[in-house]
Nanobody, 119 residues
């Protein structure tokens, strides 16, 4: 079972940048679509960016033009470059397959990485 470990979050001022990394414990070559999700307390988890095994990307309207997703299948890594960050981007960010990997009857989620955008 592949597991994800997210890193790279932190506190940044509005307009700043962060690069998130996701290290998979196994091969992601067979996973067609990988994505970055984010969640804030009391809100539903939001899918913000996806990338296919062929490199096609898609973004939520709220991050389009500011975020860039990439993947390196050889290293089993997925990245999210976030530029021009806004306070509304504050959330815990997770990477996962799309649809999410399953553990029994539930979706698997790693610990995520906290992104806080504040002055």
């Amino acid at each position: 079972q592949v597991r994800m470990v997210e890193s790279g979050g932190g506190l940044v001022q509005p307009g700043g940048s962060l690069r998130l990394s996701c290290a998979a414990s196994g091969s992601i070559r067979s996973i067609n679509v990988m994505g970055w999700f984010r969640q804030t307390p009391g809100k539903q988890r939001e899918l913000v960016a996806t990338i296919t095994s062929g490199g096609s990307t898609n973004y939520a309207d709220s991050v389009k033009g500011r975020f860039t997703i990439s993947r390196d299948n050889a290293k089993n890594m997925v990245y999210l470059q976030m530029n021009n960050l806004k306070p509304d981007d504050t959330a815990v960010y997770h990477c996962n397959a799309v649809p999410p990997l399953r553990v029994g009857e539930a979706n698997y989620w790693g610990q995520g990485t906290q992104v806080t955008v504040s002055s």
